[in-house]
């Protein structure tokens, strides 16, 4: 168990409307990641984070925003959510301090956008 | 041409018999190389890391790596039901090892039949 929460766990939401997940850890850990999961292409980046503030675009973050004010919490904003968009949203964690690959996940966030 | 692939599957094996699983990519500079099992409605969890050329062996599972093919692999002996699951294959990122990204493949799922 890698401390690692995700919330809302289900959610659905309209087409344009904003939403946005949490990712909450326990461990401070300092890098975390967003992916999206979808039949076919296995699971993509969308986003992630080496610390406070410090975020950076994965293979597929057009439409999506990310904040980490604080080292526990990293929150995924769709700013207008689209259908393209339903997917089941996983964090992760790594747990080492140089940024070591050996990721952990959340338990994911299953989204429909309508 | 995709980062990581695997093999297609669905691959079907016998209670007690020995599953296969490969995975192959692309980028030379690769130097982390993991496998996850997802059960369907679950997050991925980390069963094996290898970063060296040769096996690793963990209770029933090997991993092998062979980087001048660039191909790594995870057996699995004695196969129960219970390891009927996706299994992915995820490669440290092209040019983000100190972020600790991972490009994952796309998933074989394995049933193994009593």
């Known amino acids: 168990d890698a401390g690692i929460t995700q919330s809302p766990r289900h959610k659905v939401t309209e087409t344009g409307t904003p939403v946005t997940l949490r990712c909450h850890q326990t461990?401070?850990?300092?890098?975390m990641y967003w992916y999206r999961q979808d039949p076919g292409h296995g699971l993509r980046l969308i986003h992630y984070?080496?610390?406070?503030?410090?975020?950076d675009k994965g293979e597929v973050s057009d439409g999506y925003s990310v904040s980490r004010s604080k080292t526990e919490d990293f929150l995924l904003t769709l700013e207008s959510a689209t259908s393209s968009q339903t997917s089941v949203y996983f964090c992760?964690?790594?747990?080492?301090?140089?940024?070591?690959?050996?990721?952990?996940f959340g338990p994911g966030t299953r989204l429909t956008v309508t | 041409q995709k980062e990581v692939e695997q093999n297609s599957g669905p691959l079907s094996v016998p209670e007690g018999a020995i599953a296969s699983l490969n995975c192959t990519y692309s980028?030379?500079?690769?130097?982390?190389f993991f496998w996850y099992r997802q059960y369907s409605g679950k997050s991925p969890e980390l069963i094996m890391s290898?970063?060296?050329?040769g096996d690793k062996e963990d209770g029933r599972f090997t991993a092998q790596l062979n980087k001048a093919s660039q191909y790594v692999s995870l057996l699995i002996r004695d196969s129960q039901p219970s390891d009927s699951a996706t299994y992915l294959c995820?490669?440290?990122?092209?040019?983000?090892?100190?972020?600790?990204?991972?490009?994952f493949g796309q998933g074989t799922i394995l049933t193994v039949h009593p």
């Open positions: 992760a964690i790594t747990k080492g301090a140089g940024g070591a690959s050996e990721q952990y």
């Open positions: 461990e401070n850990h300092r890098y």
């Open positions: 984070s080496y610390g406070v503030k410090d975020t």
């Open positions: 980028d030379r500079g690769s130097q982390s």
């Open positions: 290898i970063y060296s050329n």
């Open positions: 995820a490669v440290n990122a092209p040019g983000g090892t100190s972020y600790g990204k991972l490009t």
